[in-house]
């Protein structure tokens, strides 16, 4: 049995993909955001809901509950796989847990760049005091035994052991500097059409914790600016956006000479590339924007053109892009239908489930009883 662990809407999809009609296959939904699940696309589907998103994780009778919750519900057995994308969530560290006790298979797919970023170090910077008092309360709150967060460069990661994770599944052939089994597969989707006079742009909050309000309206301004070129203009609101914030930003936004159009909020940006086939998606950093290049939309990374790469995780990304070729615009001129991202192409590899299915059946890697702590 293969189940697969999904935190966002592009989890969920992503994992539809690769279902090819199997009845061997279960859902495990971890919601960080609103998506609706066709429960036939799954022998089972289970849900639970994260303190942690709720913010009420110091509470230590949530924890416990969903702990519980999970244990009464997922009996998981040595021939079965947990696949998961993200290893941010604690409550995805917990569920590894449970499926290394029993020796199963645990398979992790990137989660696009926080992946690349976070597993091309293997030594974390020290620990601030707040990273520290986070992951030792996240131990003890829902007794997650390997829970580790890594430091690299001020941003805070959550790592799962690498000896409880079998393989690693990436779309793109990049560097992994962690101890664990790499493959590449073929990303599902490509989009066929796209239409030279549209762009989109996916919104970011950064100014939740890289800038003030203020700044971040700056930038915002300028960055619909750099697409004028385009006849249409999308705007994607980030999901975690409150509707008073994106009330202010459409204020903001209502004075540009840009004529945007606002995309339905419940559709991801998939959906959005799908339905308006932009030539170009412009972001400041977003990781959506590596799932769009690999559907064919170019990506225009706008946090070097701004100047706001004086951030940590920020040169961390500037790492990844360079070794994956990227060309960076370095005027908003070369934003047009013309640009060319340079990013590596993603052809010639095997599925998801190719891979899935060649690896499930070798030998375990070390038992559970093994696994060392991060710290």
């Avoid at 696309?41 to 994260?50: D, E, I, L, R, V």
């Amino acid at each position: 049995m293969i189940y697969y662990l999904a935190n966002h809407k592009y989890h969920y999809e992503d994992a539809l993909h690769h279902l090819h009609n199997s009845k061997d296959i279960n859902l495990i939904s971890v919601p960080h955001s609103k998506f609706l699940i066709n429960s036939k696309s799954f022998k089972k589907t289970y849900k639970f809901t994260s303190p942690w998103v709720s913010k009420n994780w110091l509470c230590v009778i949530p924890c416990l509950i969903v702990c519980a919750e999970i244990r009464n519900k997922i009996h998981p057995k040595k021939s079965d796989t947990l696949v998961l994308y993200s290893e941010y969530e604690p409550l995805n560290h917990y569920i590894v847990e449970i499926f290394k006790k029993a020796k199963a298979k645990v398979c992790l797919i990137e989660d696009g760049i926080p992946s690349y970023i976070q597993n091309a170090y293997i030594e974390s910077d020290p620990l601030t005091i707040k990273q520290l008092i986070y992951q030792r309360l996240t131990k003890y709150l829902a007794k997650i035994k390997n829970y580790q967060v890594i430091n690299v460069r001020g941003a805070r990661h959550a790592r799962i052991c690498d000896k409880l994770i079998d393989f690693v599944i990436y779309y793109r052939s990049i560097s992994m500097q962690r101890n664990i089994t790499q493959f590449i597969a073929q990303y599902p989707n490509q989009i066929l059409e796209l239409n030279s006079n549209t762009a989109l742009f996916v919104n970011q909050p950064i100014y939740e914790g890289y800038l003030s309000f203020d700044k971040y309206s700056e930038y915002l301004v300028k960055a619909v600016d750099s697409l004028a070129s385009f006849e249409k203009v999308y705007f994607k609101f980030h999901p975690r956006e409150k509707r008073e914030i994106k009330n202010k930003i459409r204020s903001i936004l209502k004075h540009t000479k840009q004529n945007l159009i606002y995309v339905n909020d419940d559709d991801n940006v998939e959906d959005v590339a799908r339905k308006y086939k932009p030539i170009v998606a412009a972001s400041f950093f977003s990781s959506a924007l590596m799932s769009l290049q690999a559907q064919g939309v170019e990506p225009v990374f706008l946090y070097k053109l701004f100047k706001l790469d004086e951030f940590g995780p920020l040169e961390n990304l500037s790492l990844v892009l360079n070794e994956l070729n990227y060309n960076f615009p370095e005027s908003k001129l070369e934003i047009n239908k013309n640009y060319v991202s340079g990013l590596k192409s993603i052809s010639g590899f095997k599925s998801v489930s190719e891979i899935i299915r060649e690896n499930t059946s070798t030998k375990e890697k070390t038992s559970f009883g093994n696994e060392a702590a991060f710290d």
